[in-house]
């Protein structure tokens, strides 16, 4: 009875929760030997989950179909748009899609527009820098380098 309140206690403390991954899930394996800390934390390779025991999960790749046992807290679900609609909401969704992308289209366009006329200025700019030159300072030798002899 107290050590499953203790247990309760450090899980809440720690946030800890069960995984919501499923059998038949697509995943990202986490790469747990990065080269540096510029390498991304998950891997661009897409894996289903083909069992699970506990917090070990069994994974197979979708190209080369290799099999690895992982941790389940090693593993993160790519939630595809489908899963996350169903029926008639996934319609409406994806005409709300499709209205961002025509909307993100024509914002990209007037950015462009405006991108074309910022960089002529730019242009423009560094021109008239490079032609205009400012006068340079004269440089002096110090003084404990006159009697010096240079060769």
Do not use: W
């Amino acid at each position: 009875m107290l050590k499953e309140k203790g247990k309760d206690k450090e899980n809440k403390k720690r946030g800890a929760k069960e995984s919501d991954i499923i059998i038949g899930d697509v995943v990202l394996m986490k790469n747990v030997l990065p080269g540096n800390k510029l390498t991304i934390t998950f891997g661009r390779n897409r894996f289903i989950v083909t069992g699970k025991a506990g917090a070990s999960v069994t994974v197979k790749d979708i190209k080369c179909r290799k099999i690895f046992c992982r941790n389940s807290a090693h593993l993160k679900k790519v939630y595809e748009p489908e899963d996350a609609q169903s029926g008639k909401e996934a319609d409406e969704g994806q005409q709300d899609m499709r209205d961002q992308e025509v909307t993100q289209y024509n914002d990209d366009m007037l950015c462009e527009q405006d991108y074309d006329q910022e960089t002529e200025d730019n242009i423009e700019a560094t021109d008239r820098m490079n032609t205009q030159t400012r006068n340079k300072r004269t440089v002096r030798e110090p003084e404990k380098f006159k009697d010096f002899v240079r060769s």
